[in-house]
């Protein structure tokens, strides 16, 4: 049987907490398996990451079993775009994500290994396309696939900048290009450490970028949202049952511009709704349709809103992938950045 090199890839934003119970516990697990590293993204974090690695992994580094890599970049978490850099950075014939928190069990290794060996035209992942659900919830991103595979078909798709789904349509298009998909179903291998939504959300642009959220009720079960963000963008969706899966479309997108007491929404296709600020109850209505939004400044509805709608906008684009058979994406590049290597700034580089 073979010894394929693998690559345990993990990228990390300001998850140095998880880092520190999942990492050096994880390299313990698997040391059983020789032809593994362990490529470490971090992702701009400022919690002190660097530092952590720099004082407490330094004889994985210098055994290389551990590769440190950091871009000062983002100013915010992109799950593909990270994970295809993470990915284009391994050296190994099979590339597997790690999420920060997740644990990979003991024997991670060699189990990909034994896989792969059975049968190296497949992707192992926890995403149960007979039942429809999950192994492991928590275990969502725990992806592995041959290196080749994940170049094929250009990795992730970085059109979608929100949460969720992206792991959903990275496989659905590998089972396009004729890899297939077997699930890992060992528990063993799919332990993750707990953490709230608001924690999954919080490196996120939407989160970050908001400015105002206005909602309407338009019946007992359906609502639509409007999300300002800060660099005058807009997005205004339906929402049925407040399920991402229950979502009616998403009405329109553009740019706003604010005037004294009114908000011009401009879509795309030049047309205009403008919102009045009533004055009480910090409603706003629509001189196009005289519905009347309420701004929301609750935290917790805010994050709720946010969530629910940061998979709609993914499960757009893996729909449409679908329909159009569409393999390949990033057709302009992926995964590009400029990165240095186990500390030394001087001399960075440029990944295209």
């Given at each position: 049987?073979?010894?394929?090199?693998?690559?345990?890839?993990?990228?990390?934003?300001?998850?140095?907490?998880?880092?520190?119970?999942?990492?050096?516990?994880?390299?313990?697990?698997?040391?059983?398996?020789?032809?593994?590293?362990?490529?470490?993204?971090?992702?701009?974090?400022?919690?002190?990451?660097?530092?952590?690695?720099?004082?407490?992994?330094?004889?994985?580094?210098?055994?290389?079993?551990?590769?440190?890599?950091?871009?000062?970049?983002?100013?915010?978490?992109?799950?593909?775009?990270?994970?295809?850099?993470?990915?284009?950075?391994?050296?190994?014939?099979?590339?597997c994500n790690i999420d920060a928190d997740n644990?990979?069990?003991?024997?991670?290794?060699?189990?990909?290994?034994?896989?792969?060996?059975?049968?190296?035209?497949?992707?192992?992942?926890?995403?149960?396309?007979?039942?429809?659900g999950v192994v492991g919830k928590d275990a969502?991103?725990?992806?592995?696939?041959?290196?080749?595979?994940?170049?094929?078909?250009?990795?992730?798709?970085?059109?979608?900048?929100?949460?969720?789904?992206?792991?959903?349509?990275?496989?659905?298009?590998?089972?396009?290009?004729?890899?297939?998909?077997?699930?890992?179903?060992?528990?063993?291998?799919?332990?993750?450490?707990?953490?709230?939504?608001?924690?999954?959300?919080?490196?996120?642009?939407?989160?970050?970028?908001?400015?105002?959220?206005?909602?309407?009720?338009?019946?007992?079960?359906?609502?639509?949202?409007?999300?300002?963000?800060?660099?005058?963008?807009?997005?205004?969706?339906?929402?049925?049952?407040?399920?991402?899966?229950?979502?009616?479309?998403?009405?329109?997108?553009?740019?706003?511009?604010?005037?004294?007491?009114?908000?011009?929404?401009?879509?795309?296709?030049?047309?205009?709704?403008?919102?009045?600020?009533?004055?009480?109850?910090?409603?706003?209505?629509?001189?196009?349709?005289?519905?009347?939004?309420?701004?929301?400044?609750?935290?917790?509805?805010?994050?709720?809103?946010?969530?629910?709608?940061?998979?709609?906008?993914?499960?757009?684009?893996?729909?449409?992938?679908?329909?159009?058979?569409?393999?390949?994406v990033n057709v302009h590049g992926f995964g590009?950045?400029?990165?240095?290597?186990?500390?030394?700034?001087?001399?960075?580089?440029?990944?295209?």
């Open positions: 049987m073979p010894n394929h090199k693998i690559s345990f890839c993990t990228v990390s934003m300001n998850r140095l907490h998880h880092i520190k119970d999942t990492l050096i516990k994880n390299i313990r697990d698997n040391e059983d398996y020789e032809q593994l590293e362990f490529v470490l993204l971090d992702y701009n974090s400022t919690d002190g990451l660097e530092e952590y690695i720099k004082e407490n992994l330094q004889e994985y580094i210098q055994s290389q079993k551990l590769i440190y890599w950091k871009t000062s970049t983002p100013q915010f978490f992109h799950r593909s775009h990270s994970r295809n850099l993470a990915f284009k950075l391994a050296n190994g014939d099979i590339v644990y990979t069990g003991k024997g991670f290794a060699s189990y990909i290994n034994q896989s792969f060996s059975n049968d190296p035209n497949i992707c192992l992942n926890t995403l149960d396309k007979e039942k429809g969502l991103g725990r992806i592995c696939v041959r290196k080749s595979d994940f170049l094929q078909i250009k990795g992730f798709d970085e059109r979608m900048h929100c949460y969720g789904f992206e792991d959903y349509d990275f496989i659905n298009r590998l089972e396009l290009f004729g890899v297939k998909r077997v699930l890992i179903e060992n528990k063993n291998f799919l332990s993750a450490i707990y953490h709230s939504d608001k924690d999954r959300l919080s490196q996120e642009y939407t989160i970050n970028n908001l400015i105002k959220f206005l909602l309407r009720h338009i019946d007992p079960l359906t609502s639509e949202f409007v999300f300002l963000f800060k660099d005058h963008s807009f997005n205004r969706a339906i929402v049925e049952d407040h399920q991402p899966r229950k979502i009616m479309q998403l009405i329109k997108e553009g740019k706003w511009q604010r005037e004294e007491e009114y908000i011009n929404i401009l879509e795309k296709g030049d047309n205009t709704d403008r919102l009045i600020f009533s004055g009480d109850d910090l409603g706003w209505e629509s001189t196009y349709t005289q519905n009347l939004f309420y701004e929301i400044s609750d935290p917790s509805m805010i994050q709720t809103a946010i969530f629910i709608f940061s998979q709609f906008y993914n499960k757009q684009i893996m729909e449409s992938n679908m329909q159009e058979n569409k393999m390949i590009n950045d400029f990165i240095y290597k186990n500390f030394n700034i001087t001399e960075p580089l440029t990944l295209k």
